[in-house]
């Protein structure tokens, strides 16, 4: 079958944007995986399906799927080309656009400068909500937060904050991100086994109370350029330990984020352009 797409990219996070309300779109793990795929598909960190939902009060269903075609719960650069996509295509022309995922609905708006804005909801904290199994780990308390040790390898440790935007993630303070080991450390911990659903895993270098950058290793994709939910994380991770304020910038390596939060959701503004549109043969 024939299948048209849109290309979109938010801060260097690319996806595959189907729209499923105007077509039914039903594709296998192995066909999200294909479009996925960068030498073989069309390419990109995750696959987006915009279809409509029977939702009282919600506008629309959007579902994810990673590169490896594994369903997952939340995106927050995603969901900032998901409004993008919606406007353009003149499926919404109303604002806010408030949207079905599998972690709960998210009410998205554009910005005055032209930039997304994503109500991301409260982050989680208790081990059973991220998922989180602590069991055999050794734990500090820094400021309001509570570090987490795994041990590495090479005889090394990471100390990390556990928590859910969502989806779950470990943040870990380094002093520099250019040098950190994301590849290894970040599918290390990934996998563990404290982390039943697998995480995205965090990597955060702290330049000011305002300022940070940031580079993740996302489940089921590897280090992306900019992940949404991941720079969430990462600031209340930073805002727990007493290390930030509660607006923050953040540098990933594909472009800046804006995160607030103040002790209830996190908003998350970023920008969302499209690059292409084209059709594949499935």
Sequence with gaps: MKLRFTKMQGAGNDFVVIDGVSQPVDLSTAQWKHLADRHFGVGADQCLLVERTDRSGVDFRY??????GGEVEHCGNG??????????????????VRV????????????????????????????????????????????DDVLWRHPLPDGGELWFSALSMGN???????????????????????????????????????LGRDEIRLRVWERGVGETLACGTGACAAVVAGIRRGLLDPGVEVHTRGGKLRIHWAGASV????????????????
Excluded at 63 to 68: H, K, L
Excluded at 86 to 91: S, Y
Excluded at 103 to 130: I, N, Q, T, Y
């Design 267 to 282: 908003t998350l503004t970023g920008p969302a352009e499209t690059v292409f549109e084209g059709e594949i043969e499935l």
């Design 100 to 143: 079905e995922t599998l972690c709960g609905v998210l009410s998205l708006s554009f910005a005055p400068d032209g930039r997304v804005a994503v109500d991301m909801g409260a982050p989680r904290f208790e081990p059973a909500r991220v998922p989180f199994d602590p069991a055999g780990l050794e734990s500090r308390r820094e400021g």
């Design 63 to 68: 579902r994810i799927f990673n590169a490896d």
């Design 79 to 96: 969901a900032r080309c998901f409004l993008r996509f919606v406007r353009d295509k003149g499926l919404a022309t109303h604002e806010p």
């Design 168 to 206: 779950p993630h470990a943040v870990c303070l380094v002093e520099d991100a250019d040098t950190a080991d994301v590849t290894g450390a970040g599918a290390l911990l990934e996998r563990s086994a404290c982390f039943p659903q697998r995480a995205n895993i965090g990597f955060m270098e702290v």
